[in-house]
């Protein structure tokens, strides 16, 4: 069913890739629209998958595995929900052992164990708070300790915070942002990179407003422009060690970081500015991280790939 969305307190202007129409009916026509989703809004970051209405689709019951990550394993950051939860799904049915890290998603965490358990995966949960380098690593001992070794790692955890304008962040917000969605990076890559042996693969969650601009996202588009010149510097650095380091900029997702980000308002109108017209799920962008981890990307490094529906072309 198609629907219209317009904002009468919007003056005419444009705002989330819609049309609106003032008070009085004058302005630019409003879109049509496939409602995916109704208003909703979480007080609290990253968000609770299990609160979200509809649950976002993580698993693809027709994907068919080939053993690609057999033997190898991989630690993820967020991975209890979100994309991170499809990568971690993905990973498990191509036989990877799974470390899923998370900050205080417990019922998320759980939900996404079982999940792999029964597909008789491998899993194990550490939480924590990765802005911290002796958690990242506690990340790395625990790790090691139970599996010997590391050899994926996917930087995927991050928050971001609606604000309309830079003088409404923060100096704190600012630091919180860069801590959550760089700082951890580093410092959990630098503890892992010293039991990754040649073969390895680092990928990083960056996005598509660091290509794009995102007014309402200063200070997360910032850590993302961040997280590219991170990788391809870091690829470059580690060329010669066989240790490959690509980013996926995801477009717009269904994830806990949208409603734990926007205003309940916008949550209809995801992505619908897209060529595809909608938002993505999950278990849509999960096959890119099994390539980049596995053997059938050798010869990919330094590369920043783009999951968006067509919205952005780079």
């Given at each position: ?9 919007n003056?005419g202007q444009?705002d989330?890739?819609?049309k609106y129409?003032n008070?009085?009916?004058?302005g630019?026509i ?5 409602l ?6 979480q007080?609290s970051q ?9 649950r976002?689709?993580f698993?693809?019951?027709?994907y068919?595995?080939a053993g690609?990550?057999?033997?190898k394993?991989?630690?993820i ?9 499809a ?5 498990a049915?191509?036989r ?12 998320d965490?759980?939900?996404?164990k ?17 802005k911290e380098?002796d958690f990242?690593?506690k990340i790395?001992e625990e790790?090691?300790?139970r599996?010997?070794k590391?050899d994926i790692l996917v930087?995927n ?8 304008s830079l ?7 600012f630091?919180?942002?860069m801590k959550t969605?760089?700082?951890?990076m580093?410092?959990?890559t630098?503890?892992?990179?010293k ?6 693969s680092i990928?990083?969650v ?11 996202l200063?200070?997360?588009v910032t850590?993302?422009g961040?997280i590219?010149?991170f990788?391809?510097s870091?690829a ?9 380091v690509n980013a996926?900029a ?6 806990p970081l949208?409603p734990a ?9 995801l ?10 799920h999950p278990?849509?962008i999960?096959p890119l991280?099994?390539?980049?981890a596995?053997?059938?990307?050798s ?5 920043v ?5 067509g919205e952005?072309?780079?």
């Open positions: 069913m198609n629907y219209q969305y317009c904002n009468s307190n003056k444009d989330y890739g819609l129409i008070e009085q009916g004058y630019l409003c879109k049509e629209y496939k995916e989703f109704p208003p909703q809004h007080d990253p968000g609770m998958e299990y609160l979200m209405n509809p976002p689709i698993n693809n019951p027709y068919r595995s690609k990550l057999m033997g394993v991989a630690i950051t967020g991975g209890d929900s979100g994309i991170g939860r990568v971690a799904v993905g990973f049915k191509e990877a052992a799974v470390v899923i890290v998370y900050y205080n998603e417990e019922k965490a759980q939900e996404t079982e999940f792999i358990e029964r597909i008789g995966g491998t899993c194990i949960l550490i939480s924590g708070d990765i380098p990242c690593d790395v790790t090691v300790k599996f010997g590391i930087n955890a991050g928050v971001q915070y609606q604000q309309k003088l409404d962040i923060t100096n704190e917000q630091d919180l942002t969605n760089i700082y951890s580093f410092y959990l630098k503890t892992a990179l039991h990754m042996l040649p073969g390895g990928i990083n960056t996005s598509i407003t660091t290509f794009k601009g995102e007014p309402e200063i200070d997360y850590s993302k961040a590219v010149g990788t391809r870091l470059t650095n580690l060329a010669k060690q066989n240790i490959r996926i995801p477009g717009v997702f269904w994830t949208q980000c926007w205003e309940a308002e916008k949550i209809p109108t992505g619908s500015d897209s060529p595809m017209g909608r938002a993505g278990y849509e999960a991280f099994i390539y980049l596995s053997d059938d990307s010869y990919v490094t330094g590369q790939m783009q999951v968006n529906g952005y072309k780079g």
